[in-house]
T-cell receptor, first 115, second 113 residues
Framework: ETGVTQSPTHLIKTRGQQVTLRCSSQ?????VSWYQQALGQGPQFIFQ???????GRGNFPPRFSGLQFPNYSSELNVNALELDDSALYLC??????????????FGPGTRLTVT | GDSVTQMEGPVTLSEEAFLTINCTYT??????LFWYVQYPGEGLQLLLK?????DKGSNKGFEATYRKETTSFHLEKGSVQVSDSAVYFC????????????FGAGTRLAVHP
């Protein structure tokens, strides 16, 4: 186990709704990255938070947003859910920030189904 | 942009067979390369990594060598076990940017007794 936890494990939402996913990072880590893994695909980078600021973003629309809290836990918010948002959402924590190559430790993921 | 290409699965092997999963990459600069493994119902676990050309990463009997001339990082294991059944992802992290991983599509490995 990596010490990275995510909640909830599974959830089902309806198209157009909003969802919040949560991630607790490993002790001593100040960076959290979020990834979307569609069925049968590799994870795609959504964004990264370092010391409560977004410091990198992948090719995802603005309805994907996030927060990082003073204890370095993080939330991923998705507004106006679409069917294609159905995926496993992974968070990964690491030490350091920009240009650091520290290993990312992944949580077990949240499986989101949009109907 | 940077990308990773893996051989398509599933790969089905008998126990104790030799495993190779091919991975090639496209990247500017000097990326670091990784293999992650995902067991059913779990998140990703780092299996091994290599940070510069000709480095060999190894762990739990798995090996991969960073080949800059062929832009490859093929995963190998001499004798697979049923417990190795999982999905394997090749990934890169490019130098000069923040700590963002770019993954291949994954290769499912099924090992039968």
């Amino acid at each position: 186990e990596t010490g990275v936890t995510q909640s909830p494990t599974h959830l089902i939402k309806t198209r157009g709704q909003q969802v919040t996913l949560r991630c607790s990072s490993q002790s001593g880590h100040n960076t959290v990255s979020w990834y979307q893994q569609a069925l049968g695909q590799g994870p795609q980078f959504i964004f990264q938070y370092y010391r409560e600021e977004e410091n990198g973003r992948g090719n995802f629309p603005p309805r994907f947003s996030g927060l990082q809290f003073p204890n370095y836990s993080s939330e991923l918010n998705v507004n106006a859910l679409e069917l294609d948002d159905s995926a496993l959402y992974l968070c990964a924590s690491s030490k350091g920030g920009d240009r650091d190559i520290n290993e990312q430790y992944f949580g077990p993921g949240t499986r989101l189904t949009v109907t | 942009g940077d990308s990773v290409t893996q051989m398509e699965g599933p790969v089905t092997l008998s126990e104790e067979a030799f495993l190779t999963i091919n991975c090639t990459y496209t990247a500017t600069g000097y990326p670091s390369l990784f293999w992650y493994v995902q067991y059913p119902g779990e998140g990703l676990q780092l299996l091994l990594k290599a940070t510069k050309a000709d480095d060999k990463g190894s762990n739990k009997g798995f090996e991969a060598t960073y080949r800059k001339e062929t832009t490859s990082f093929h995963l190998e294991k001499g004798s697979v076990q049923v417990s190795d059944s999982a999905v394997y992802f090749c990934a890169l992290r490019n130098s000069g940017g923040y700590n963002k991983l770019i993954f291949g599509a994954g290769t499912r490995l099924a090992v039968h007794p």
